[in-house]
């Protein structure tokens, strides 16, 4: 909150000062101001510090001051990334706060050059709990059998806890890319397990997303 008083500080300070200014020919801003943020942003712990930064076309256009709000889709406005002289700085997220879709919508970008407002970037991130798996992998003649163990992150007792009933492909590397040979739903332990008749070949697992829960992809084995 301390950051978006100052924020909202600057910009009524800024507006005073073009309202007392003398009237003059009106002025377009040139360039733009964007800023990186996201767009997958992941929970796995009680406090999180994500990371944002100006991308280069704030400099050229001389903005040394702007700021973005962060709107969740239904709940509305819940936090600012502000940048007072710096190129970078962070948001804090709490596991308490709500998961899902967050707008970062243009609040303010001025340019020291032209004393102007510059426009800025608009766009989506999400905010999901973070998840884990594993693969093992053993081979039994022309018989390979795999097995997963996914965990995800519960934001609510701050701890990660099995995945269950979690959609998990098992795939094979061709030529081509990646193919899904087959897809198991993981148990109350967060496992799954999947057998197929083949040659060697290298395997891997994806534990598929849900809205609340990122999807992972587990190291590979080769048998």
């Not at 704030?58 to 709000?69: E, K, L, R, Y």
Request: with cysteine.
């Amino acid at each position: 909150m301390k950051k978006r008083a100052l924020a909202t500080a600057a910009a009524l300070s800024a507006l005073t000062a073009s309202l007392l200014s003398p009237a003059g020919p009106a002025q377009a801003a040139s360039g733009s101001c964007s800023v990186a943020f996201g767009p997958k942003l992941a929970v796995d712990a009680p406090y999180e510090e994500f990371p944002a930064a100006l991308k280069g076309d704030c400099a050229q256009a001389g903005v040394d001051f702007a700021a973005w709000d962060l709107m969740h889709q239904r709940e509305g406005y819940t936090n600012s990334l502000v940048f007072d002289g710096t190129s970078r700085t962070s948001v804090d997220f709490y596991s308490f706060e709500t998961l899902g879709g967050y707008t970062v919508r243009p609040d303010f970008a001025y340019s020291s050059t032209t004393d102007l407002e510059v426009p800025q970037n608009s766009f989506t991130v999400t905010v999901k709990a973070q998840s884990k798996a594993s693969l093992s992998a053993s081979r039994s003649g022309r018989t390979v059998t795999l097995s997963t163990a996914a965990t995800y992150y519960n934001v609510g007792a701050d701890r990660y806890e099995p995945f269950k009933g979690a959609r998990v492909s098992f795939q094979v590397k061709t030529p081509q890319g990646w193919k899904t040979m087959g897809r198991v739903d993981s148990d109350e332990a967060g496992k799954a397990t999947y057998r197929q008749t083949a040659g060697k070949a290298t395997w891997r697992a994806v534990v598929q997303p849900t809205t609340r829960i990122w999807d992972r992809t587990t190291t590979t084995r080769a048998l």
